[in-house]
């Protein structure tokens, strides 16, 4: 059974960058049908896709957030990891890693088909 | 840009009584999925497609609905299925409502 785990700090300064990490069980990260995304809860902005990857690195951006944004793979370890610039206190949320299956991979629209837990972030000094 | 909106933002139910929700977007659009989200948990996908149940997604789960309007209705509401429940349109990239809550 597919298993997905967030990891990284839950405190992060304000202009800091955030950073995070997926690791990917019970199944193939390499699968040529699925992408890797995140996702964040907050309650003021609700669910909101930050960014995906497929395996061989292709990757997909909210644009609203691009500017700030780097996610990357390592098929390796089975792990994919978001970098978050310049971060404030609007970027404090739950945030969760996901498989994510596109329905057209050249713009990375799809669904969300299994979900990690999710890790709290807290941007405060 | 696309937006969302569902309707409404909280529905009484009953257990055993059928629930409509619904879901509108500002463009026409097939590219809707539903999510069911309880307390402390992740959201998890119901229906994909508009009207595609997800793997082992009960029965009772149905979608419809095309264009702008969208509805997903529970058939015979079991204590289980008091939560959030999200669409999500993916007609260029994920994008998602602000959710109603079924209690």
């Known amino acids: 059974q597919l298993r997905l785990q967030e990891s990284g700090p839950g405190l992060v300064k304000p202009s800091e960058t955030l950073s995070l990490t997926c690791t990917v069980s019970?199944?193939?990260?390499?699968?040529?049908?699925?992408?890797w995304g995140w996702i964040r809860q907050s309650p003021g902005k609700g669910l909101e896709w930050i960014a995906s990857?497929?395996?061989?690195?292709?990757?997909y951006y909210n644009p609203s957030l691009r500017s700030r944004l780097t996610i990357s793979i390592d098929t390796s370890t089975k792990e994919f990891s978001l970098k978050m610039s310049s971060v404030t206190a609007a970027d404090t949320a739950l945030y969760y890693c996901?498989?994510?299956?596109?329905?057209?991979?050249?713009?990375?629209?799809?669904?969300?088909?299994?979900w990690g837990q999710g890790t709290l972030v807290t941007v405060s000094s | 840009e696309m937006e969302l909106t569902q309707s409404p933002a909280t529905l009484s139910v009953s257990p055993g009584e059928s629930a409509t929700l619904s879901c509108r977007t500002s463009?026409?659009?097939?590219?809707l999925a539903w999510y069911q989200q309880k307390p402390g948990q992740a959201p998890r996908l119901l229906i994909y497609?508009?009207?595609t149940r997800a793997t082992g997604v009960p029965a009772r789960f149905i979608g419809g609905g095309s264009g702008t309007d969208f509805t997903l209705t529970i058939s015979s509401l079991q204590s289980e299925d008091f939560a959030v429940y999200y669409c999500?349109?993916?007609?260029?990239?994920?994008?998602f409502g602000p959710g109603t809550k079924v209690d």
């Open positions: 996901a498989r994510h299956e596109y329905f057209d991979f050249w713009s990375g629209s799809g669904w969300f088909d299994s």
């Open positions: 463009q026409s659009t097939n590219f």
């Open positions: 019970g199944g193939s990260i390499r699968s040529s049908s699925y992408l």
């Open positions: 990857i497929y395996y061989s690195g292709n990757t």
């Open positions: 999500q349109q993916y007609d260029k990239w994920p994008f």
């Open positions: 497609g508009a009207s």
